[in-house]
């Protein structure tokens, strides 16, 4: 396998110019669990398609505590759950029941109009338990904005792994170094869960015009400069580089692909290219008329939802 021609790849002439967008997430409270927050930021809407990135704990539960997202409304975007630790029960408006546990990928395409929960199961509630994770959403091309709800969950077994000296990596979305991931995707792109050994190296696939890369543990050094835990970067198309693992190693998510061709407008729970379509899910979310309106409430998780009191333009309904 070459997909890793190197273990300490060569990079002639790059520099720290080679980055071009440094995040540092925000702290945002999603009902009791706070997560941190990568995309959109200020300085950066997308990565590729990539458009929302949370980062989930690491956090510790006792006395039957645990994540309860209540049922909420989606369109013109893809939500990717991937967990290292922990779990989630999630149900949607298809009828979908799925666990999710270290390793699997859930993937629900929302389209035209979805609702989904996400909360830790009963049985979990029980013991002392954690939650660790990354939660994205992928904003979907136009053309596949309106199509029907839909939604995957693959096995971590299914999921390709490329391994090498000091390194273990996840192909969770898309293609890269000739891998191509089982999860059905409507545009170019590429994600991974990266693991490095102290001192391994790890070089982005050069063939995707957006890369980025998130270090969710330990720290990486990039053209001679350190980025700790908590940090995204976002790379100069073409560029080949690497990243190093420090000391006490690194987890790395590698994300990006093909820019879209429209903007993309993002309110709430909802994107789009169309700001009507928001306004339109807006409205109809507040309706709340799960038997004739364009959404309806997950089976087996309809005695709550989270309301929505406010129209984009900030005004009341």
Known sequence: MSWNPTHTPQC???DSSAIETLIIPRARDI?????????????????????????????EFINEAGIDVRPHPHIGLGTVTYLYQGEFEHRDSLGTHQMIYPGEVNWMIAGRGITHSERTSAATRQT??????????????????????????????????LTDTGVTARLILGTAYGRQSPVTMLSESFYLDVQLAPGASFPLPDDHEDRGIYVSQGEIEIAGDVFPSGRMMVFRPG???????????????????????????????????????????????????????????????????IPLDRQPDGSRF
């Open 12 to 14: 002639p002439g790059m």
């Open 128 to 161: 002392r338990h954690g939650l660790f994770g990354i939660q994205t959403w992928i904003a979907l091309p136009e053309a596949h904005e309106d199509m029907a709800p839909d939604f995957e969950h693959h096995e971590k077994t299914a999921l390709p792994t």
């Open 31 to 59: 009902g009791g669990f706070e997560v941190r927050r990568a995309l959109p930021s200020p300085k950066r809407q997308m990565v590729g398609p990539f458009i929302f990135f949370d980062e989930m704990g690491p956090a």
């Open 239 to 305: 560029d080949k580089l690497s990243a190093k693992a420090g000391a006490e190693g690194a987890r790395l998510m590698l994300l990006g692909g093909a820019t879209l061709n429209e903007p993309r407008y993002i309110w709430w729970n909802f994107v789009s290219s169309s700001k009507d379509k928001i306004i339109e899910a807006s409205r109809a979310w507040h309706a709340a008329d799960w038997r004739e309106g364009p959404f309806r409430l997950p089976p087996g998780d309809e005695e709550e939802f």
